[in-house]
């Protein structure tokens, strides 16, 4: 039933009719409430109109009576009107079907030739309309501009919502369309077929225009492109209708809060949440509700859990659910039981997310509770406005934790006073509260003009960093294996990783805007210092020290197992000098000191205070490069240094009083090398230099600046000097080295070359070694060929070794007696004197993509959960295609094709076969199992595949691409084909070759039913072929290049993204554009993936940052920063629990996006 408000005036006098008068008087209703006395006569009158009343104070009818009355004075009957002369725009199907039920009340029969669109699936049909209720999508897919060319008023029911936000662009897209052409004379709408076929003249428009009226219980007043804001801008007539409740509480709401915590002191509960549902329970159950309850989650997993607790733990059969994802016909049949009088629904308790807090008519409802907190002032408004309505009493309960009892506590002071004091603009009611309650009572247009509001749109929030697979070997010594064992750190992207070795678990340090560069640990392993490059040569690049205890600390006592993004909370200092790259690092023996040099364009050296983060001294590093800093080990060489580089290697000493680097270039003879490594021996008496040419120089440091009481600055006659050589050089250069000395006390010398050999020197008695009386070469005890080349060392426990590649692979290693080794390592090749003394152990620890990962895809199995499905995915990057274990982030298997670079992957989707494509046109399946070849397409395409999709019906059976059943494939090439294939047991036939591109077809979408894909094209096409004839059937064309596309799981719509940084959505209909998001990255957009509710979607690019997007709302709900380079795939996991993205840099990395669902589904 309609609601009926008691006021001192009747309907009559407002300008209505007397036949309606009269419907409105057999309904009981006979007095217009407060707005409806301000807005029906300015509406009758056909001023634009502001419609702004608390909820349930009767805006519907409001602005649905004049509309009425204004149809029924029309010179055209109703009946006789082929195209609408009126138009009602809403939020949802639910808000269209209760307008229509409001309109059949007061007029049967002019409902029954209106026109509901709540259904992008609908369309306007031949018969006569007066009247379209619709939401906007579905008004775009049904109508065409010229059907509203007779449209003389136009309402915007929830407008807070329609002018924001998601459908922001659609609904400004109606107005424009509408208000910008001609009004038509009302007459030539008649439905007969001599005006339909007329060409309209001048003589035939209208003097008029259309009349415009917005309708909401909230609008948001700041910011250039706020409601408010656009009103006055495009409507600067329109009159205000605006109540005295306006923004308010409603004045007969009594409202109650319950503490969480305290009721926490009082019991044994498991957890929070727990307890939170207890305290529901006793809510509910202690008599205090009057009516129907209506109970509020923040998410669709609260309600649903929430839900199963009533039902099932505490018996409560009169609950239900009510929220996007409950069947549509069940919310129809909940939505007349909330209306009903039968004493069985009496207490029916609703648990709902905010999507039954806007516009519903819950007359009856006596009772709401916020089970969980609203998450901002707009939509504590409108949940608060569920009870109490039309003049009744009604109760609040409000379950309060220490996050919002501030914001209860000044809600319950402003009482029926307006809000806006209460809040600021853009502060959330979770947070603090500064701005003092005003309780001075402005009238309606005051508080108006003065109203700042929060808007209801969600801040972005940081994704979680999970897990990833990779590391970044380009840089030297970015591996670091700290010295009780426990922990690697290594470089991936922008984020330093912490991976406790034991446990497989990863935290990340994320800080860093650009790909880092070297890596340095503390002696006493409590610091972390990581440089980088900038993204620029002129941009300043900085140096994080973090607090590696703490995050070692909160790695393993973290709730999660461990996996944790604990983004910069760990950043010490950020030390900001070097200008454009940081080359190398190094701590001081004691930690007093950190020494880093910059980079080729800034080639300084800096000294840095631990303790303050302040730079004591800097200097140049010398007349050329200088690529790399070691620090002495002795707690008494606290000061000394040495660096090398280009044809110099040199010492260093800080004098701390006047603040001052102290330099001795060391003696080599008639040598020139460049020097790549150093490494210091536990003495501090010898330094071993790594070069480029592949020899290692012995260098004696004892000198005038490491005596203790040296003089500066010094006389400089005693300097470092070279003492020899290695017997052999290293192919491709000594790249890292560590010096090791045994418990025997006899030293050696471990280092990695370009070339992958992994060689131990050995250098005799470690007291022997440091004096310089030995003249022979350095001979090599024994050798060990790694792949890729070796890039870092890094000793951990007494002789336990890491090595890392820049083919992204990780080794541990030992060094050990050969006796009781495996004697037989092909690549070994120890000297005479060392054969029978010295043996290496190796074993391959970690590895990955070592080249730009270019596509990523999980398993589609109809046979397995979406869980399993998560369990692995499939990449595939230059040579090689790999199966990973996502949980545990271990290779599976391998399938490699040298010489080659493999574009895009897909599974079948019984998950039978991999199918690839790669860049000599062939396409190639492989058995996931075994990794062995099934079949080959030769020359599939004149060039590279660039682009696969496997074709096969959800009918298809679980096994058979495995057991022979036909099944199709389509791939697209660089030539700009795109072909489909028949696939049996024995042959794979082409069936089509499509050309209509003039470009590269970057990306491929097949429909469910498999008659249908549309194809994305470098060229600026995306062309929808019928599978069935193989002809062009949609095209859809922009000034971009289409790197992606994808259809929305409904199939409605599809969405792109290209080279113009923007995503398009696109009627799957028609082929027209309906959305534009516009830079929507800073730079072109690779990726992009949707999950299959069709809430959200995932896109990233060259800019190396992951977006998550809202479908409906067109809005970023959240951001993942950690590629360094472009992120060339994404994809989301069946289960929606994570995201796996991809990226040029050689990385994987998994994100975690769970709660973000349940968020944004409310």
């Avoid at 219980?217 to 408010?228: L, Q």
């Avoid at 064992?485 to 290594?490: A, P, R, S, T, V």
């Avoid at 549309?1014 to 929808?1024: F, P, T």
Wanted: charged share 25%; net charge neutral.
């Amino acid at each position: 039933m309609l609601p009926q408000h008691i006021t001192t005036r009747f309907f009559q006098s407002l300008g209505l009719g007397p036949s309606l008068n009269d419907r409105l008087t057999q309904l009981g209703l006979t007095n217009p409430t407060a707005v409806q006395r301000k807005a029906i006569p300015s509406i009758l009158a056909g001023d634009d109109v502001v419609v702004a009343a608390e909820t349930g104070g009767g805006k519907t009818l409001a602005f649905l009576l004049p509309v009425v009355e204004k149809l029924r004075r029309n010179s055209l009957p109703p009946n006789e009107m082929r195209l609408p002369a009126a138009l009602v725009l809403t939020t949802s199907q639910e808000l269209v079907r209760q307008l229509a039920t409001v309109l059949h009340q007061v007029d049967p029969e002019l409902a029954r030739l209106a026109v509901s669109l709540s259904s992008t699936r609908q369309t306007l049909g031949g018969r006569a309309c007066p009247l379209v209720l619709a939401t906007p999508s579905a008004l775009l897919r049904a109508t065409k501009p010229k059907d509203f060319a007779f449209t003389q008023t136009v309402v915007v029911d929830e407008a807070d919502m329609l002018l924001s936000g998601g459908f922001e662009k659609e609904t400004k897209q109606i107005l424009a369309t509408i208000r910008n052409q001609p009004l038509l004379r009302t007459e030539l709408n008649r439905n007969t077929e001599e005006i339909k076929d007329r060409e309209f003249g001048e003589e035939d428009f209208s003097d008029r225009t259309t009349q415009t009226v917005f309708s909401a219980a909230t609008i948001p007043d700041y910011g250039k492109r706020s409601v408010r804001h656009y009103i006055d801008y495009k409507f600067p007539s329109a009159a205000f209708a605006i109540t005295e409740g306006f923004h308010r509480t409603l004045p007969k709401l009594t409202l109650k809060a319950h503490n969480l915590q305290d009721f926490m002191a009082d019991g044994d509960f498991m957890d929070e949440q727990h307890a939170r549902c207890e305290l529901l329970h006793q809510i509910l159950t202690s008599g205090t509700s009057s009516g129907k309850t209506l109970v509020f989650t923040n998410s669709i997993a609260s309600a649903d859990a929430l839900f199963v607790f009533l039902q099932e733990d505490k018996g409560m059969t009169n609950c239900a659910l009510f929220h996007k994802e409950v069947d549509r016909p069940q919310r129809q049949k909940l939505l007349k039981r909330l209306d009903s009088d039968d004493d069985g629904d009496q207490n029916l308790v609703v648990i709902c997310t905010d999507i039954a807090a806007r516009g519903l008519d819950t007359t009856k409802v006596g009772h709401v509770v916020q089970f969980e907190f609203a998450s901002d002032v707009v939509s504590y408004l409108h949940r608060i406005g569920r009870t109490g309505r039309a003049g009744t009493s009604g109760t609040v309960t409000s379950i309060e934790s220490s996050e919002n009892s501030l914001v209860l506590e000044k809600i319950r002071e402003a009482g029926s006073s307006t809000l806006q004091n209460a809040f600021s603009r853009k502060r959330s009611l979770r947070k603090k509260l500064v701005c003092p309650l005003d309780a001075k009572l402005l009238s309606p247009l005051e508080r108006y003009d003065h109203f700042f509001f929060l808007t209801e749109m969600a801040d972005t929030r940081e994704l979680r960093l999970r897990r990833v697979i990779g590391y970044n070997g380009t840089f030297p010594n970015t591996l670091i294996y700290t010295t009780d064992g426990k922990y690697l750190i290594y470089s991936l992207g922008l984020a330093v990783v912490v991976k406790d070795i034991k446990r497989n678990t990863q935290c990340f340090l994320r800080g860093h805007t650009d790909v880092i560069t070297c890596l340095a640990v503390s002696n006493d392993g409590s610091k972390l210092a990581s440089g980088q490059q900038s993204k620029s040569r002129g941009n300043k690049a900085p140096v994080l020290v973090w607090d590696l205890a703490e995050a070692t600390k909160q790695l393993n006592t973290s709730a999660n197992g461990g996996e944790d993004d604990h983004s910069d909370n760990f950043v010490t200092f950020r030390l900001v000098l070097h200008m454009g790259k940081v080359q190398s690092l190094a701590f001081s023996a004691k930690d007093s000191f950190l020494f880093t040099v910059g980079g080729q364009d800034d080639n300084a050296l800096v000294c840095w205070n631990m303790q303050t983060g302040e730079p004591i001294c800097g200097t140049p590093s010398g007349d050329d490069s200088t690529l790399v800093v070691a620090a002495f080990n002795r707690e008494a060489n606290d000061e000394l240094l040495v660096t090398g580089g280009n044809y110099n290697i040199t010492l260093w000493r800080v004098e701390l009083k006047n603040r001052k680097f102290h330099a001795l270039r060391a003696n080599l003879g008639n040598l020139k090398r460049i020097v790549t490594c150093i490494g210091i021996s536990p003495d501090d008496k010898v330094a071993y230099c790594g070069t480029k040419t592949g020899d290692l120089l012995e260098i004696i440091l004892d000198s005038d600046l490491t005596k203790p009481n040296c003089l500066f600055p010094p006389v400089g006659t005693h300097k470092p000097r070279y003492s020899r050589t290695t017997k052999e050089r290293f192919s491709q250069g000594i790249v890292t080295l560590v010096v090791h000395d045994n418990e025997e006390n006899r030293r050696f010398v471990l280092l990695g070359a370009g070339d992958g050999n992994l060689a131990v020197l050995k250098l005799g008695p470690a007291n022997t070694a440091s004096d310089g009386s030995k003249t022979q070469p350095i001979a090599t005890a024994c050798m060990e060929k790694l792949m890729g080349g070796i890039t870092a060392l890094s000793e951990g426990r007494h002789g336990d070794f890491y090595a890392g590649t820049n083919h992204s692979n990780m080794y541990q290693f030992q060094l050990a007696d050969d006796r009781s080794s495996t004697s037989s390592h092909s690549n070994n090749r120890p000297s005479s004197a060392s054969v029978n003394t010295i043996g290496l152990h190796v074993v391959l620890r970690s590895t990955c993509h070592y080249g730009s990962i270019n596509d990523v895809v999980f398993p589609g199995s109809a046979m397995r959960s979406p869980a399993d499905n998560s369990h692995l995915f499939v990449t595939c990057a230059k040579s090689d295609i790999r199966i990973w274990n996502a949980r545990r982030c271990q290779e599976i298997l391998r399938v490699q094709v040298p010489n080659l670079v493999c574009n895009c992957v897909e599974l079948t989707r019984d998950g039978g076969l991999v199918v690839s494509g790669w860049d000599d046109g062939k396409v190639r399946a492989f058995y996931p199992e075994s990794g062995k070849l099934k079949f080959v397409i030769q020359d599939a395409h004149n060039e590279s595949v660039t682009a696969i999709a496997v074709c096969t019906p959800s009918s298809y059976s679980s096994h058979s691409s495995s057991s022979g059943a036909e099944w199709r494939l389509l791939t697209g090439g660089k030539d700009g084909r795109v072909r489909v294939w028949r696939i049996t047991a024995s042959r794979q036939t082409m069936e089509a070759s499509l050309k209509e591109h003039r470009g590269p077809v970057n990306a491929i979408q097949v429909v469910q039913d498999c008659t249908a894909c549309v194809s994305a094209s470098s060229d600026g096409s995306c062309i929808v072929w019928n599978l069935e004839t193989f002809v062009r059937t949609q095209a859809m064309f922009a000034s971009t290049v289409f790197r992606r596309v994808l259809y929305h799981p409904d199939e409605s719509q599809l969405l792109t993204c290209g080279s113009d940084r923007r995503i398009t959505y696109f009627d799957a209909y028609d082929g027209e554009a309906i959305r534009f998001l516009e830079e929507a990255a800073e730079l072109e957009m690779l990726a992009m993936d949707i999950e299959h509710s069709g809430t959200l979607f995932a896109t990233g690019g060259r800019d190396g940052m992951l977006k998550l997007w809202h479908y409906d709302n067109g809005e970023t709900v959240a951001i993942g920063r950690g590629h360094s380079e472009a992120i060339n795939a994404v994809k989301i996991s069946p289960d929606r629990k994570e995201i796996v993205t991809v990226g040029s840099e050689g990385a994987v990395m998994i994100w975690e996006m769970g709660d973000l669902l349940e968020h944004t589904q409310a």
